[in-house]
């Protein structure tokens, strides 16, 4: 316990950076993780990562350091910043650019649009936003996801939104979405429950490529018709140990290299113990450029009851 204390606190006050994570930079394998790699992308070109799913006494002694029950962990020049929900509030409000110094506040400010997006509600959606508000204290709010996901809704303003003017209809958004808004067009349209709105976004890529599924009897089928694919098993070495796939690459830092050297066509598939872990590194891939991106859907344990049985379930 005391040498785990003393590793995490060396690595806290040697390094500006570091965010204890599942997985790593390149593919964390959690949402929660995956959200703060993509800001601190975006603020500061280096920083130290450590992938807490390979060590469960490194696991269970940040928790322990930090006084703090949940990863993603934060650390900046020694002192522990937060988590997720605390990263993307001070992201939002500036603090976090600040805290991370110049570089950062350089990096924010020139990702800053020079103002408000353009955004346009037709007549028909203005007065669907009017007729559906139930909270007259509420703002009308646009997220839009990296992957162009939207969702229109009624919540309280945040520190850090911007605000669009549409001529008949205000809009918050956090500065993210607002990045991907410019231009965008939302309608009321009829459909066969009632109506429903349409949002048209000329910045959301015509052909973006998404994660596809794949069952563990096709995945049988393609490694015994000996296609060309890359199988990647994202769990602990100890989770491989119990129960594995003899096709599977190890991703630990071998398998990440061999990862990064693959053609950005090549056809690449993602196991887990259940296929959650996998995902999240499937579209890490994704962000990383690979457009052929599969997921083992049940990972292990549906290969064990689908597939083959000899192989331990856990």
């Not at 794949?214 to 296609?227: D, G, I, R, Y």
């Not at 997921?295 to 009851?305: M, P, V």
Request: charged share 25%; aromatic share 6%.
């Amino acid at each position: 316990m005391a040498n785990v204390e003393s590793t995490i606190r060396e690595l806290v006050t040697s390094k500006k950076v570091v965010l204890f994570m599942k997985g790593s930079r390149h593919f964390p394998q959690c949402g929660f993780s995956a959200q703060v790699v993509e800001i601190l992308n975006k603020l500061v070109p280096a920083y130290e990562t450590v992938n807490v799913l390979a060590d469960a006494e490194m696991r269970d002694g940040i928790k322990r350091f930090s006084d703090w029950p949940t990863i993603p962990q934060l650390y900046v020049d020694g002192k522990f910043v937060g988590g997720c929900d605390i990263i993307k509030e001070m992201y939002a409000n500036g603090e976090l650019q600040e805290a991370l110094g110049s570089q950062a506040q350089t990096a924010a400010k020139a990702a800053t649009p020079s103002g408000p997006p353009v955004i346009a509600f037709t007549a028909r959606a203005a007065t669907a936003v009017q007729a559906a508000r139930e909270t007259p204290t509420d703002e009308l709010r646009l997220a839009i996801s990296p992957s162009f996901e939207h969702e229109l809704y009624f919540d309280a303003s945040q520190p850090g939104d911007v605000v669009v003017d549409t001529g008949g209809v205000t809009l918050h958004l956090d500065a993210e979405s607002a990045t991907r808004a410019h231009g965008l067009r939302i309608d009321f349209v009829d459909t066969a429950s009632g109506g429903g709105f349409k949002i048209d976004n000329p910045m959301q890529p015509a052909r973006a490529p998404a994660v596809r599924s794949l069952t563990p009897k096709a995945l049988k089928a393609s490694l015994e018709a000996k296609e060309k694919l890359s199988l990647f098993d994202v769990r602990t070495d100890g989770e491989r140990a119990t129960a594995s796939v003899s096709a599977a690459i190890a991703m630990n830092e071998e398998g990440q290299r061999r990862l990064e050297g693959l053609a950005k066509d090549a056809k690449i598939v993602f196991m887990c113990h259940h296929g959650m872990r996998s995902r999240v590194a499937a579209e890490a891939a994704l962000r990383q450029g690979f457009t052929d991106v599969w997921n083992l859907e049940g990972g292990i344990d549906a290969w064990s009851t689908e597939v083959d049985s000899s192989v331990p379930r856990y």
